[in-house]
């Protein structure tokens, strides 16, 4: 099996070209094995309407590192498995900005799945956002928290990994 690096990025507003922080929980054998977590000093302003959901402003971040000065901790994370995330394409959109904003070159693709992509074909007629798939499941959830979100969608993984879902089939490219 391989190993998932499973992950979710909360951003301080509608640009969704920075991170405000990010949560990432390892999948390996069978098994959430490791979890990370940061604040991200998104050196861009905060909307009031990313703030009131995710509870992070500029006094959060105050003294998280940069994208630029994490990435050295996330790179071997990320390079360690298939990317994963819950709506993997706003996820990986974010990463990919981050990384060019920074000037980071790190690969031209990666392997990747999403939770909500996988839930549709093996769980047709109900919803998938995020919450709903957690009440579904009977997970705890502080929504739009990154650290909780990466391990839902971890935990929403290993459901469908436990179920019998042949993850090859749903394992994708993404284009950096």
């Given at each position: 099996?391989?190993?998932?690096?499973?992950?979710?990025?909360?951003?301080?507003?509608?640009?969704?070209?920075?991170?405000?922080?990010?949560?990432?929980?390892?999948?390996?054998?069978?098994?959430?094995?490791?979890?990370?977590?940061?604040?991200?000093?998104?050196?861009?302003?905060?909307?009031?309407?990313?703030?009131?959901?995710?509870?992070?402003?500029?006094?959060?971040?105050?003294?998280?590192?940069?994208?630029g000065e994490l990435w050295p901790a996330l790179e071997p994370l990320f390079s360690s498995g298939?990317?994963v995330a819950h709506n993997a394409s706003f996820d990986l959109g974010v990463l990919k900005k981050?990384?060019?904003?920074?000037?980071?070159?790190?690969?031209?693709?990666?392997?990747?799945?999403?939770?909500?992509?996988?839930?549709?074909?093996?769980?047709?007629?109900?919803?998938?956002?995020?919450?709903?798939?957690?009440?579904?499941?009977?997970?705890?959830?502080?929504?739009?928290?990154?650290?909780?979100?990466?391990?839902?969608?971890?935990?929403?993984?290993?459901?469908?990994?436990?179920?019998?879902?042949?993850?090859?089939?749903?394992?994708?490219?993404?284009?950096?």
């Amino acid at each position: 099996m391989p190993r998932y690096i499973v992950f979710d990025v909360e951003t301080p507003n509608h640009l969704n070209n920075r991170m405000s922080a990010i949560g990432v929980s390892v999948v390996e054998d069978g098994a959430i094995r490791e979890s990370f977590f940061s604040y991200v000093d998104p050196e861009q302003d905060f909307d009031w309407f990313n703030t009131r959901l995710t509870g992070i402003d500029a006094d959060t971040v105050a003294d998280a590192p940069t994208f630029g000065e994490l990435w050295p901790a996330l790179e071997p994370l990320f390079s360690s498995g298939v990317l994963v995330a819950h709506n993997a394409s706003f996820d990986l959109g974010v990463l990919k900005k981050c990384l060019d904003a920074y000037g980071i070159d790190w690969k031209p693709a990666v392997p990747f799945c999403c939770t909500v992509q996988i839930g549709r074909r093996l769980l047709p007629g109900i919803s998938h956002k995020l919450d709903c798939m957690c009440d579904y499941y009977g997970l705890e959830l502080n929504h739009h928290r990154a650290d909780s979100d990466s391990t839902a969608a971890a935990e929403i993984l290993l459901r469908y990994i436990r179920a019998g879902a042949d993850m090859e089939s749903f394992i994708k490219t993404y284009r950096l």
